[in-house]
């Protein structure tokens, strides 16, 4: 039934099917003809952008030379390998953690440690990311023609050996609005919303809470790299990690929850945005 469904709704016009997402996951109608809050203008963009940059920092390799050109001040995970044929020749080489991502979709993302995930195991998610046509899924038009190919990096660990909150960077039109830092993502997943003076704002969005964190020290570096990753943007988030006084690439993400994720109060869903000043 789930794939009578899948395929049936493929010939959904890309309008008509945001349009009903819309309304199941966030209980009303989305305004596309005068949007006004932040998820109304994410969707627009989605649907109507014509900015090629969308589609080339959503190519994991491409991103790379992107990340390079604009800023020194970041690092980039260390790429292990590419290509399509996962292989026990290529697992063997690999070290005994590392992060597989599949490079045309978001959330195709493993963290493998051998010592618990067997090659087996490991190849077949890659087998289903390769069958997965992620553009069909949200109708986010920056994967529609990516090619599909996987993508391994080195895997990032504080040194308590323990896995690194996520900062996002919440960007418009070059400047750092607010920051998302979600922690303990793979297992009781929270989400702390942040002002640029790292003050936690007293809302959520889509995750409850979790206990206030430190101020990192690389702070103000951090929002230099933000500032110069999103410069040729109306609107991008920057994904970092901050590990142990250095700064690292993670992603840049177009449509943070494909526009459907629901702020608490809803009122910060319509101050996001009037952040958003250009719909391109």
């Not at 989605?46 to 800023?71: G, I, M, P, W």
């Not at 195709?108 to 890659?126: P, S």
């Not at 046509?133 to 391994?152: A, H, I, Q």
């Amino acid at each position: 039934m789930r794939h009578l469904v899948i395929f049936i709704f493929r010939f959904i016009p890309d309008i008509f099917y945001t349009k009903l997402l819309f309304l199941f996951k966030q209980r009303k109608f989305l305004n596309l003809s005068n949007p006004k809050t932040f998820n109304e203008k994410i969707n627009y963009i989605k649907l109507f952008s014509t900015n090629q940059l969308r589609v080339l920092v959503s190519d994991r390799l491409e991103v790379r030379k992107y990340v390079a050109e604009r800023t020194h001040s970041c690092n980039l995970i260390p790429l292990l390998w590419s290509g399509v044929d996962f292989s026990r020749e290529v697992y063997d080489k690999l070290p005994q953690k590392f992060v597989i991502k599949g490079n045309h979709g978001s959330k195709m993302v493993k963290i493998v440690d051998k010592h618990v995930d067997r090659y087996n195991d490991v190849l077949e998610f890659t087998k289903r990311w390769m069958k997965t046509d992620y553009y069909l899924r949200g109708r986010e038009r920056n994967y529609r023609d990516l090619k599909r190919f996987l993508v391994v990096e080195a895997m990032l660990e504080t040194k308590e050996s323990t896995i690194p909150p996520d900062f996002k960077f919440f960007c418009f039109d070059g400047k750092v609005g607010f920051v998302q830092v979600d922690l303990d993502r793979f297992k009781q997943h929270r989400r702390n919303i942040y002002d640029t003076s790292f003050e936690l704002l007293d809302f959520e969005l889509h995750f409850a809470k979790g206990d206030p964190i430190k101020k990192p020290v690389q702070w103000e570096i951090a929002l230099g790299v933000a500032e110069a990753l999103s410069a040729d943007f109306s609107f991008i988030r920057v994904d970092l990690f901050l590990v142990d006084g250095g700064v690292y690439f993670g992603e840049l993400t177009n449509y943070p929850g494909n526009g459907l994720e629901k702020f608490n109060p809803g009122k910060f869903d319509r101050i996001f945005g009037d952040m958003i000043s250009d719909l391109n």
